[in-house]
């Protein structure tokens, strides 16, 4: 949506795939879908360098509602669970300077069964959202028939638009409709939320990071063209710092993240991070990688026989983003090519490898060049263009 809002992807944490539906206070009180984890997992993006890269977004998904609303017809929290509503959880999180999203679903009830938000019930979910100080709205497609949701998505659009409080629109909708035109019109949805769920729920495997990746870029024609500013496609959470991704698995899903231009929305517990998780996920290049100011997603350039694949993102300021990703399940593999395979233009370039900070220098466009990449790894590439006229090249080395 071009209203200003999400002029790069968004940024943050949301509960999903970590916390699920966990409403069992008593006996998991450190893990339930509560106030205090929102508050305790805002204190940590603050407190812990993530907010100044950008992660700013707390939001709360499914679970966090009353059974019933409330006396005037609006949704209302868990008493038990949300004992100082919403409004007073949105003012923590602005305090520590975040903003908060919130999950509602367009039907009679959420995926975990919750009240949902019907086509008469649009305008008032959507004036208490922004009562409450709401800053994001993930709005889910369960319990509705595709002829609801075609009004429905576009109706909160407007709904939300008509509180005069700016608030990013996530919708669910393309994944209840097969994620593909002609069933999704991409551009229509370009139009009226700001990004949108394409294909099935992340789980905390590798299985499930490969079968994104594998649906997105089978369907990149598509897909790559409905991004840009305000405009998202969205693979959904980044699971890294959970149980079920190695190292060079976690810097795939980072690295390839970044190449598609998708929302950098962890879902982990962030109390709990190995040090290995949080480089990971405080990459600066991989970060302004994906937040770069043309929004250009990217694609997949290469499937090689041998399981190894090459990813590229053009960038502003004529630089470029590769990733070249490992597929195999052997051995480190040993990955000959040029730029000019790739496509590159004649020129002079340097590389610089987001995940070991070292730098390949006098690299032209029929430069054969060796990398090794991992088993279910990548090897990532930021390259500029060298000894640009001007004082310095544009990774900081001396200029022409
Ligand atoms: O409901 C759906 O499965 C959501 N999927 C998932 O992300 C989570 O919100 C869950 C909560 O019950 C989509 O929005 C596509």
Redesign the pocket.
């Known amino acids: 949506m071009d209203n200003g809002l999400l002029k790069t992807p968004p940024m943050g944490w949301m509960a999903?795939e970590r916390f699920r539906?966990d409403i069992d206070c008593k006996d998991d009180p450190e893990n339930c879908i509560r106030e205090d984890l929102f508050r305790d997992m805002a204190d940590r993006l603050v407190e812990d360098g993530w907010k100044e890269l950008g992660y700013e977004y707390v939001i709360i998904?499914?679970c966090w509602m009353s059974m019933l609303r409330d006396e005037h017809g609006r949704l209302q929290p868990d008493p038990f669970r949300f004992p100082g509503g919403i409004a007073k959880l949105a003012r923590y999180i602005h305090d520590r300077g975040l903003k908060l999203g919130i999950?509602a679903d367009m039907g009679t009830h959420?995926?975990?069964g919750f009240p949902g938000t019907t086509l008469d019930t649009i305008n008032i979910d959507a004036q208490t959202f922004a009562s409450w100080g709401v800053d994001y709205l993930?709005f889910?497609g369960?319990s509705s028939n595709p002829i609801e949701q075609m009004l429905g998505y576009p109706l909160m659009s407007k709904a939300l638009n008509a509180t005069g409080r700016p608030m990013a629109y996530s919708c669910?909708w393309p994944?209840y409709v097969g994620g593909l035109p002609p069933k999704v019109n991409y551009s229509l949805l370009g139009d009226i939320c700001h990004l949108w769920?394409n294909y099935v729920?992340i789980q905390d495997s590798w299985d499930s990071v490969q079968g994104i990746v594998e649906w997105f870029s089978n369907n990149q024609d598509d897909l790559q063209p409905a991004a840009g500013p305000g405009r998202w496609n969205d693979p959904d959470m980044l699971i890294i710092g959970n149980f079920g991704l190695s190292v060079d698995q976690a810097r795939a899903q980072m690295a390839l993240w970044a190449i598609m231009a998708a929302p950098l929305i962890m879902s982990n517990d962030l109390r709990n991070l190995d040090n290995s998780a949080r480089f990971i996920l405080q990459n600066k290049v991989a970060v302004a990688i994906n937040q770069d100011s043309m929004g250009i997603q990217g694609r997949r350039l290469l499937q090689e026989k041998n399981h190894i694949e090459v990813y590229w993102r053009p960038l502003s300021h004529s630089a470029s983003a590769l990733v070249f990703l490992s597929r195999r399940t052997d051995m480190p593999s040993l990955y000959h090519t040029s730029l000019a395979k790739l496509k590159y233009d004649t020129g002079n370039y340097e590389a610089y490898d987001v995940f070991t900070g070292s730098t390949v220098t006098g690299l032209n466009a029929t430069t054969q060049f060796t990398l090794s990449i991992n088993p279910s790894g990548v090897v990532m590439w930021y390259l500029g263009i060298y000894a640009d006229m001007g004082t310095h090249t544009c990774m900081g080395f001396p200029g022409t």
């Open positions: 999903w539906c998904d499914d999950y959420t995926c975990m993930k889910d369960c669910s994944v769920r729920d």
